[in-house]
């Protein structure tokens, strides 16, 4: 089984920036794509970004256009998820999720999760 890492969350005011990782054990890694989901304090989990295995595609949902940006560093075997001008309500659990598929809810290995708290 896949084991995923996130790290990079914290607390920032609103309009600030974080950047979060998300770190595979092994090499596998670099022929998944990947997905970052959040958990909310509502405990629903929502998609926020994924990117292809050649990081040619990705898609995000409509909070996080023009704000986040998903990349992945196949060195590092590690995927990204730059976060801009943060929200309150941006705040949840990051998870980040692989191999992503949109067709099989919950599919693949999961990370713990990193903490994004965002307030003034």
């Not at 405990?43 to 996080?64: C, H």
């Not at 256009?65 to 060195?75: A, W």
Request: with cysteine.
């Amino acid at each position: 089984q896949l084991q995923l890492e996130e790290s990079g969350g914290g607390a920032v005011q609103p309009g600030g920036s974080l950047i979060l990782a998300c770190t595979a054990s092994d090499s596998r890694f670099r022929d998944y794509a990947t997905g970052w989901f959040r958990r909310t304090s509502e405990n629903e989990r929502e998609f926020v970004a994924a990117i292809g295995w050649t990081a040619d595609s990705t898609s995000y949902n409509y909070f996080a256009k023009d704000r986040f940006t998903i990349s992945r560093h196949e060195d590092k075997n590690t995927v990204y998820l730059h976060m801009n001008n943060l929200k309150p309500e941006d705040t949840a659990v990051y998870i980040c999720n692989a191999p992503y598929t949109d067709s099989i809810p919950g599919y693949g290995a999961w990370g713990q999760g990193t903490q994004v708290t965002v307030s003034a």
